[in-house]
């Protein structure tokens, strides 16, 4: 995932929650919010003729049943990674994925169709890190997507420098010529600090480092690397553990030589041909306008990639599939879009807009998936004001009975955030942390704060897991997924079916 935002208020505010008890603030707050944004518009409530809310109101409760009913999205997420594991861009697991995926849909008699998409295909082949000196030890690594391999395709020995920030780096300049970079970078927030796994090795290319190892950016480690992508450069790079990027760094100030052997064989091939999936209901008043909500289906090559995003693309196709299945005809086509290459490129996602420009005007709002499918409490959009309190009245009306109608935030997905470049309105899913709500088999309950959202990356045991191998799907949980399913679904219709696409600024 990489999230965009221009606000961060949702997350205090949603801190603000725990004190009142959730279900309960839920209820006030969406009440509260709904009446004062449309004063604060000097506009008057929705009137019975911007929506049916009778009909709206038991359409979603229908929707609702139906997805608490069924198993399905959690039984398809299960198989897929169980099946194909990880499936980085450009190899076979990604393509059997969207083949197996796609035979799914047709199955299930929804309209499926492929849009070509060319995405990067690097590949990282065997790795690995040794401690030479004070000691020997293996190294826990995960090379960075992008990066290249150790010179000559040999192991390369040299002395560590610990820096602690690129301030540290850039003040201490000549320590890092020859030397194996070791960024020990505390984490302040997935937005902030994965700017040193994107830079670290294009800055230390510049101090004559001939390698970097960056401390996985992550809150909290069980010896656990997280990969990602990172920025060209012309020396190796990989991330190691919290634990040792902070052993390297006491052993450095105690005037212990780190010396450390590191053999990678990292390469990118040439760009393969792979697809984006859509599947859609068209409309049955107004097919040319759309709703479109989706997640992506690439994920890193050490991850089963359950939550990222598997659980994100799957409740986008069961959202899609419930309506479907209780035969509700949308006035305006509702769509999902299961993206290719979010993580290394988002080449899905730039073809997706650059294929559908011409429906951007006709696009009423765009919601991904893609920080976790736990237990869901609304949405974040970017949108006008106008557009937000019509939101904010649907997410009352319709879903405040399941706790997941609130609209809070400006987030919203990387892969719409190129439709969100064109003028439409976009959002994202908003997930309450993974310790919280019916996850009863969950050993961490009632550690940290326990309400953190998946946003709020300081906290949110979302990245705990983000690019690791231990992202597989026993971290999520049935009914969270046919919550978030549920949500999707009804947010989805809805907004389909208001008599206008949502106003723009
Ligand atoms: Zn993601």
């Not at 594991?85 to 697991?93: E, H, I």
């Not at 289906?297 to 986008?316: E, L, R």
């Not at 006709?362 to 736990?374: K, Q, V, Y």
Request: glycine share 10%; charged share 25%.
């Amino acid at each position: 995932m990489f999230p965009h935002t221009s606000d961060n208020g949702a997350q205090a505010h949603r801190r603000a929650c725990a004190m009142l008890g959730f279900w309960q603030f839920l209820c006030l707050a969406t009440g509260f919010v709904a009446a004062s944004e449309w004063n604060q518009l000097g506009l008057a409530l929705p009137s019975a003729e911007k929506w049916d809310r009778v009909r709206a109101k038991s359409d979603a409760d229908v929707i609702i049943k139906k997805a608490f009913s069924t198993s399905t999205v959690y039984e398809r997420l299960a198989y897929l990674t169980d099946t194909f594991g990880p499936r980085l861009s450009g190899s076979t697991a990604l393509e059997s994925a969207l083949d197996w995926t796609k035979a799914q849909i047709e199955k299930d008699g929804i309209k499926v169709y492929e849009e070509p998409v060319k995405i990067p295909s690097w590949v990282r082949g065997r790795e690995y890190a040794t401690l030479l000196s004070p000691r020997t030890k293996d190294i826990r690594i995960a090379g960075l997507g992008g990066s290249i391999s150790t010179p000559d395709g040999k192991p390369l020995v040299a002395k560590a420098f610990v820096v602690t920030s690129f301030d540290d780096l850039d003040k201490n300049s000549h320590q890092a010529k020859g030397r194996i970079v070791v960024f020990n970078v505390e984490f302040e927030g997935y937005g902030t600090t994965v700017d040193y796994r994107e830079n670290a090795a294009g800055r230390a290319e510049k101090h004559g480092a001939v390698a970097v190892l960056v401390r996985s950016i992550a809150p909290y480690g069980l010896q656990t690397v997280h990969t990602g992508v990172m920025n060209e450069a012309g020396i190796p790079a990989a991330a190691i553990t919290l634990e040792d990027a902070k052993r390297f760094e006491r052993m450095q100030k105690r005037g212990q030589d780190v010396v450390i052997e590191l053999y990678m064989e990292a390469h990118t091939l040439p760009d393969r041909l792979s697809r984006n999936l859509i599947l859609e209901i068209p409309g049955s008043e107004k097919p040319e306008e759309l709703v479109v909500i989706g997640g992506h289906m690439d994920s890193w090559d050490i991850a089963d990639g359950a939550m990222d995003d598997g659980g994100g693309a799957f409740v986008s196709w069961e959202a899609i599939r419930l309506i479907h299945e209780l035969g509700l005809k949308p006035k305006r086509t509702v769509r999902a879009v299961l993206f290719v290459n979010e993580e290394n490129g988002s080449k899905g996602a730039i073809a997706y807009a650059k294929e559908h420009e011409h429906e951007a005007n006709l696009t009423s709002i765009a919601i991904e998936s893609d920080i976790g499918t736990f237990t869901p409490f609304g949405i974040s959009v970017t949108c006008s004001k106008a557009a937000k309190a019509i939101l904010t009245d649907l997410g009352q009306q319709l879903l405040s009975g399941i706790g997941s109608g609130n609209v809070s935030g400006t987030e919203y997905g990387e892969d719409v955030s190129y439709l969100y470049d064109q003028g439409v309105p976009a959002g994202s899913l908003q997930v309450l942390d993974f310790r919280v709500g019916n996850h009863d088999n969950n050993p961490c309950k009632g550690f940290g704060d326990g309400v953190s959202g998946g946003t709020d990356s300081s906290r949110s045991a979302y990245f705990w897991y983000h690019h690791t191998e231990a992202d597989t799907v026993d971290k999520l949980d049935p009914e969270q997924l046919q919550h978030c399913a549920a949500t999707m679904a009804v947010w989805t219709y809805s907004v389909a079916n208001l008599d206008s696409l949502l106003p723009r600024d």
